[in-house]
């Protein structure tokens, strides 16, 4: 760790400290996130090992379950592992969930046939960890997988900006007390650039809802 880069902890104790709400805030699965599932079902006839990276409640865990992938959901607040889990208890659905840090995957090289990884990377409060975790993703994504990757874009109507910056987005809870979270808002060239320099082949990038979004493969040569 940097010294210029603050601990997980700090984003831990804020989503801990709405993870309640929060997750009721969150029941379906994205629309780009279930075409992707659709794509990979497609491509491969069935899923295999897949990760839910920054899997909050849970739900798109449960999308991948339900395509039959083996997931597991790994996030950096224990409150909403908590709802996660209480999520794959009402809804009887497997997953796996691991508490811990998205720029720094605790799995062994090749583990996952699928990644999904939405609306995480922009917490991430460096360029360095946020490229960290990005070629972290292509590390640990099994020749001829594939990963889902989303953040915040500057595409979106609540943003006036052409170029991405760093903000403070408020998250207002029950009774009306706001709780600050970090984002790193990209502009899609930036959003680009960052997975062009990390350790993943880009196979697709694009906007959609006001997010960046991209496809991405294991490094090119890795077979």
């Not at 709400?21 to 379906?28: D, G, L, N, P, W």
């Not at 069935?46 to 999308?63: P, T, W």
């Not at 992938?69 to 691991?98: P, Y």
């Not at 975790?133 to 943003?159: D, E, K």
Request: net charge negative; glycine share 8%; hydrophobic share 40%.
């Amino acid at each position: 760790m940097t010294a210029d880069e603050p601990a997980a902890e700090d984003l831990q104790g804020v989503y801990d400290r709405i993870a309640d709400h929060f997750a009721k805030t969150r029941e379906y699965a994205w629309p780009e996130v279930e075409s992707f599932i659709s794509d990979e079902v497609d491509r491969c006839d069935s899923l295999e090992r897949a990760l839910d990276l920054g899997c909050g409640n849970g739900r798109h865990a449960q999308a991948l379950a339900e395509a039959g992938a083996d997931v597991v959901g790994l996030d950096v607040s224990r409150g909403l592992l908590n709802e996660a889990r209480e999520r794959s208890t009402e809804r009887e659905f497997a997953v796996d969930l691991i508490h811990g840090d998205a720029s720094r995957l605790p799995f062994l090289n090749d583990e996952f046939s699928q990644i999904v990884y939405v609306a995480t990377l922009h917490h991430l409060r460096t360029r360095e960890a946020r490229r960290r975790s990005l070629s972290a993703v292509g590390r640990v994504l099994a020749p001829g997988g594939r990963g889902l990757v989303s953040a915040w874009s500057t595409a979106h109507n609540r943003f006036d900006a052409e170029e991405g910056f760093d903000t403070t987005v408020d998250w207002t809870l029950p009774g009306g007390k706001q709780v600050g979270r970090y984002y790193h808002i990209y502009d899609p060239a930036e959003f680009r650039a960052d997975l062009e320099a990390a350790s993943v082949e880009v196979v697709d990038c694009r906007v959609s809802s006001g997010n960046c979004y991209a496809v991405v493969a294991p490094p090119a040569g890795v077979l």
